[in-house]
């Protein structure tokens, strides 16, 4: 911080100063205020105790003058008193503080006075602390730094700051842009793995020029070293080397390491461990005897044995993870347990939740058998937001947040606090696209996420203001989505807890248009399916349909089995699924597999039925230094009709979400004179793909 110079700063003052000696006790005359420019001659009277006709008091004065200096605005106050025919005159003189009448900038080329002034910590009207007004300096001096600007000078002007003025001189200098990054040392990582783990580059978003910032560069410092030690290389040392251009407008960096040895595994133990053996615990651990010592990947295996102890109850279970450095370049490592008190769940008591029924959140922790009695798996339930259950819970209510916190201290037992930060449920969204596969669409889709059927409005009033209906964790979505070759429209109602078992209920009225190569087809389907899930994570599902399907406005060149259709075709099917889902993430996986199949009998105008199943893999190829997963994913998909079913019911593939490379619809059976898809009986595709972490950690 800069100095203040002459500039003195006061929190407030009061200075008692008579131009004669006034003995106390004589009556006040007058009671009188100057100096107060912005503030209310009333406000400053409502602070004075001393009134006309009393018996003058000087410590009552100077208490009334402390009042004073403590008003919003006011720099210091004090007091005077003189007699006026042989009475106290007292006036209260206040000095208000100092107003900020201008920021100005002196130097600033690259950013205009309105960009820095939101820098600061300063507004025009307000009062100007000098302490401030410095303060500011810096700030402004981090903003062109964190930009580049690595030999950027703020200085403030002192002289104007008694008038209000604040002016800042800026010595921009030169943008630093990084010319190149180099590493110099690294035996052990190559330069291509240790990149990722530094944020410096010499592009940003591959064609954008990159500045220095030595904050960053510092990070980068400690991250490559927090790599190193990781890895095993215990007494890694890493700086870093700048070498400027002439002009300092440029710069090339030189990371330089010193790796040292890696230390081996010579043992592992693990002690205090009371309830569960060495070997069962030892099973967990991925560390093994003889293998590098991995910092990383003994802190993962001591995460394991503490998850391991908290989804079995014992709540308060602490760990260290020791490593003991013997002869050579070799470490015992060892694992030291505190099990602790093990507890079981007591009440499970439920609050912040002001819309959202209590059982909504209940059927979520018994489908995980969070409930009373059994084992408290503090794992799943952190306490933090961050354990299984507490996302699967934010995820399923549609939460802002939710923590589950232990409470009481009854032994052997602990309550479980669900508290719940209500989210917004409610979106109407209005959109736009263009599809390969679908050409131009409109959407409107209404959806209501924390719906209740059973919740009737009491009045007009409820419904307008979303009071009503609501509540009970169902879903209702209500879409309008037309187009220039796709048109559809459908409302879908949701239980994902029937009769508040996990049971899912779906229910769905639709219609659909679409322009085909050779004809048009229009569908209205009735969809009604059911879905139960097991803690072992398989799922079984029995859904049933009821379809009119309209094949219209054929061209004249039109294949046979197409008009063999024409018209409005009656369908009913009723399908049996199965499935399991094992993957580490649902949304975002690396690693398991997640598959469903089934069998749907068709009747009506047509009978025949149609079996079906995918099965999806992940994989985990490569852990980069900064943590970043390339993942192979598989996929097998196969189908097969059995009887003769319409064109409409066939199999085709082809299109964004099919075969990759083909337009929508273009692997298919053809026939007609112009080679029309009329659609197969069986398919069959299987798909890998991989996913490279290219750029950051988003692209």
């Avoid at 820098?119 to 100007?128: C, I, V």
């Avoid at 047509?606 to 992940?618: E, K, L, P, Q």
């Avoid at 097969?640 to 990759?660: H, L, Q």
Wanted: aromatic share 10%; charged share 30%.
């Amino acid at each position: 911080m800069q100095k203040l110079g002459l500039l003195t700063v006061i929190v407030f003052t009061c200075t008692v100063l008579a131009r004669e000696p006034v003995p106390a006790g004589m009556p006040i005359g007058a009671v009188k205020i100057y100096g107060n420019r912005s503030i209310p001659e009333s406000r400053v009277r409502a602070k004075i105790r001393s009134k006309t006709g009393q018996s003058f008091d000087p410590a009552a004065a100077a208490e009334d003058a402390r009042r004073i200096a403590e008003l919003d605005g006011v720099h210091k106050a004090y007091y005077s008193t003189t007699l006026v025919e042989d009475k106290v005159q007292l006036t209260f003189v206040l000095v208000e503080k100092n107003i900020i009448r201008s920021i100005s900038f002196i130097g600033n080329r690259k950013y205009n006075d309105k960009q820095l002034i939101k820098e600061t910590d300063l507004k025009k009207g307000n009062y100007l602390d000098p302490v401030d007004a410095v303060s500011s300096s810096e700030n402004l001096a981090e903003f062109y730094r964190e930009k580049g600007f690595a030999f950027v000078q703020v200085t403030l002007d002192e002289e104007p700051l008694s008038s209000g003025k604040i002016i800042y001189k800026i010595e921009e200098g030169p943008r630093v842009r990084i010319k190149s990054v180099k590493f110099s040392g690294n035996k052990a990582f190559r330069k291509r793995s240790l990149m990722p783990v530094i944020k410096t580059k010499t592009r940003k978003f591959l064609v954008l020029p990159a500045y220095y910032v030595e904050a960053k560069v510092a990070e980068d410092v400690s991250r490559l070293q927090k790599v190193y030690q990781k890895k095993g290389y215990l007494n890694a040392d890493v700086k870093v080397e700048r070498n400027f251009s002439p002009d300092k407008s440029r710069v090339g960096l030189s990371f330089i390491v010193e790796e040292g040895p890696a230390y081996y595994v010579a043992k592992i133990r693990i002690a205090g461990n009371e309830n569960y053996s060495e070997d069962r615990l030892g099973a967990l651990l991925k560390l093994e005897e003889g293998q590098i010592y991995n910092k990383q990947q003994a802190e993962l295996d001591k995460k394991k044995l503490v998850e391991f102890y908290h989804e079995r109850g014992f709540i308060n279970v602490s760990l260290e993870q020791i490593p003991r450095f013997v002869a050579g370049n070799r470490v015992n490592v060892e694992f030291k347990v505190s099990e602790g008190e093990r507890f079981r769940i007591g009440q499970v008591n439920i609050i912040g939740n002001e819309q959202t029924q209590d059982k909504v959140v209940r059927r979520v922790l018994d489908e995980y058998d969070f409930l009373p009695g059994q084992w408290y798996d503090a794992d799943a339930a952190r306490g933090d937001g961050k354990g299984s259950l507490e996302k699967d819970l934010r995820r399923i209510v549609l939460a802002e947040s939710a923590m589950i916190t232990r409470t009481g201290e009854k032994e052997g037992v602990r309550d479980a606090q669900v508290s719940i930060v209500e989210g917004q449920t409610g979106s109407v969204m209005l959109g736009a696209g263009v599809s390969s596969d679908s050409g131009v669409i409109g959407q409107f889709v209404f959806e209501q996420r924390n719906f209740d059927i059973s919740d009737y409005p009491e009045d007009f009033g409820e419904l307008i203001t979303g009071r009503a209906f609501k509540g009970a964790g169902q879903n209702l979505r209500l879409a309008v989505e037309p187009g220039t070759e796709i048109s559809r429209y459908s409302i879908s109602f949701t239980e994902p807890y029937l009769k508040d078992k996990p049971i899912s209920l779906d229910v769905v009225a639709s219609s659909y248009e679409r322009v085909r190569e050779a004809y048009d087809e229009e569908r209205i389907k009735g969809y009604v399916g059911f879905e139960k899930r097991y803690k072992n994570k398989w799922r079984r599902s029995l859904s049933l349909r009821a379809e009119q399907v309209d094949v219209v406005d054929l061209d004249d060149r039109a294949p046979e089995e197409i008009q063999d259709v024409e018209g409005t075709n009656t369908l009913f099917g009723v399908r049996l699924g199965a499935g399991k889902n094992v993957t580490d993430d649902r949304f975002n996986p690396s690693k398991g597999y997640d598959f469903d199949f089934g069998y749907e009998q068709v009747g009506g105008d047509h009978s025949f039925g149609i079996a079906s199943g995918t099965y999806r893999r992940y994989y985990t190829l490569h852990e980069d230094l900064a943590e970043r997963k390339t993942v192979l994913s598989l996929k097998l998909h196969a189908a097969s009709i059995v009887g003769d079913a319409p064109p409409f019911e066939k199999f085709y593939a082809g299109g964004s979400t099919s075969i990759r490379g083909f337009e929508y619809r273009g692997v298919s059976a053809r026939a007609g004179a112009d080679e029309d898809p009329i659609g197969s009986d069986w398919i069959f595709l299987a798909n890998a793909e991989t996913a490279v972490p290219l750029v950051g950690e988003n692209l």
